[in-house]
């Protein structure tokens, strides 16, 4: 009540006897405010989430749940990108924007170990400024920490999800299938009905984890399918058919 009156735009709780909320025996970094009555899995400290949700729809924008015994903990939960408690929030600490034309240096720096590993097919700043409207980037506070791309083939009614990256250090976050979403999300409202991945190194993670299904090379748009065989990459099609998951 102290802190709605005093306009406050975080709520900062330091914890006894190390109840910071997990899932599944994992740290809950930040989950919106919206989002917190649906979360499913094994919640360790589930009224504190419940709590923080409540304070944020009373009006602070930001509740911070951290472990009061932890040393430094204040400092690197307001310095560092992702934080080492449970933030739960109203505003805009995680979006997903379109691509900047200032963003392209950044982005490019961002995927280099991936390209040099031959996960990302290899991109220079002209190749990402003459298609600039297909790319988003996922930010947290402001820091770009992934990005997607979302390239429309209409005359075939399909799109192709690429260039899904997320930083190292905030792998397994859920960030990834947050833009595998939005990439599908984007497709529908391009009113195709196909979407489809390429890839050699994360099969798993698009059938597996994303079920996505595996494709014959012939699906795809022919037009895709001569960069793929004149780039000699040997990458399987994976998709999803839009019309049936709506």
């Known amino acids: 009540h102290l802190a709605y009156t005093l306009g406050a735009s975080k709520y900062i709780a330091l914890l006894n006897d190390h109840k910071v909320p997990s899932r599944d025996g994992h740290p809950i970094a930040a989950i919106l405010e919206s989002e917190v009555a ?25 509740v911070h749940l951290l472990d009061g015994k932890m040393r430094g903990v204040l400092v690197e939960e307001l310095f560092s990108e992702e934080g080492v408690g449970t933030m ?45 409207d297909d790319y988003y980037v996922l930010t947290l506070d402001d820091s770009i920490v992934g990005c997607v791309a979302v390239y429309p083939y209409p005359e075939h009614r399909s799109a192709e999800l ?3 990256y997320i930083k190292h250090r905030h792998e397994g976050r859920g960030y990834g299938r947050t833009l595998c979403e939005f990439a599908r999300k984007k497709a529908e409202e391009m009113g195709v009905d196909f979407i489809f991945a390429l890839s050699q190194s994360a099969v798993h993670y698009f059938r597996d984890r994303m079920h996505y299904a595996e494709f014959s090379r012939d699906s795809l748009p022919p037009e895709r399918l001569r960069a793929l065989e004149l780039s000699g990459r040997k990458s399987g099609v994976f998709g999803l058919r839009l019309k049936d998951n709506n």
């Open 88 to 132: 739960v929030h109203t505003d805009s600490y995680r979006e997903i924007r379109p691509l900047k034309e200032e963003d392209i240096p950044e982005l490019l720096s961002m995927i280099a170990r991936s390209v040099v590993d031959s996960k990302l097919v290899d991109r220079n700043y002209e190749d990402i400024a003459a298609k600039i």
């Open 162 to 164: 690429g260039c899904l």
């Open 38 to 62: 649906g979360l499913s899995g094994n919640l360790a400290h589930r009224e504190l989430l419940d709590q923080a949700a409540e304070a944020c729809r009373a009006g602070i924008p930001r």
